[in-house]
């Protein structure tokens, strides 16, 4: 994987999970500006995903392939699900589960670093 | 506390939200990784990968039933996940032999910052205080 693209988007999920998390303290439910910031982690998701596409294309593989794909294909859902169900409810719980789906990225994110770097050879 | 107030009826909004989310974001966590286990290398500890399976199904269930009010079902799915994580994590600890790969309720949960653990507890914490709600002033 690449290890710059893998922080930025630790560094920018963090930052969206911080914002989001400001209407969760003022009891506020999310507005469009937090949506947005969401957007701007999910495309960088993608974008990792297309590197990834091409990487494992191009014959590089983690030793746990299977387990890899997962999470590539989980890092793509978890935001667009987040965004949803916290737009919906309109509390300040839509902003918590907004930030919580910010936050499953990192997570996420540092696991496939892990499983990338177990490749053999 | 303020939000007490406002406490809904439902066990699915506002707080509950939050927690149907995590509930579901530990679904696809237990699903895919039981899924690729058994799928992959199911010999290799047939216990753990069945009961990696068997979180999956009541991560589900816990999901389902918070998401659309089965206040039943859902107490009992978080106190069989809450009887899991217990029994998976005292016996992963004590018979580490039979658990050669991990599963999300390994040693309390510990692979997965101890939300396994938690979320349960939070679950019953949180169907209890709607439970007051609906009923009292």
């Keep these: 994987m690449i290890d710059g693209l893998a922080t930025a988007i630790i560094v920018i999920s963090l930052a969206a999970a911080a914002w989001t998390l400001v209407p969760a303290a003022r009891d506020r439910p999310i507005g469009w500006s937090h949506l947005a910031a969401l957007a701007v982690v999910e495309l960088a998701l993608l974008v990792q995903v297309v590197f990834a596409v091409v990487k494992l294309a191009g014959g590089e593989q983690p030793r746990e392939l299977a387990v890899f794909i997962g999470y590539l294909v989980g890092s793509l859902i978890v935001l667009p699900i987040g965004g949803f169900l916290g737009a919906a409810e309109r509390t300040r719980w839509g902003a918590v589960v907004a930030g919580v789906a910010c936050l499953v990225v990192p997570v996420l994110v540092m696991r496939m670093q892990q499983i990338w770097q177990g490749t053999v050879g | ?137």
């Design chain 2, 1 to 137: 506390m303020a939000e007490r107030a406002r406490a809904s009826r439902a066990i699915s909004a506002g707080p509950g939200r939050a927690l149907v989310f995590v509930y579901a974001v530990f679904t696809l966590a237990a699903g895919a990784r039981s899924g690729v286990q058994i799928a992959t290398r199911f010999d290799e500890a047939p216990l753990a990968y069945l009961l990696s399976a068997l979180a999956a199904v009541i991560y589900l269930v816990a999901t389902a039933a918070l998401a659309r009010d089965a206040r039943r079902v859902a107490v009992a799915a978080c106190a069989v996940e809450l009887a899991g994580v217990l029994t998976v994590g005292t016996l992963s600890l004590a018979d580490s032999a039979a658990f050669p790969d991990a599963t999300v309720w390994s040693d309390y949960g510990a692979g997965y910052g101890f939300v396994p653990l938690v979320l349960p507890i939070i679950g019953l914490l949180w169907l209890r205080r709607t439970a007051s709600a609906t009923v009292g002033p």
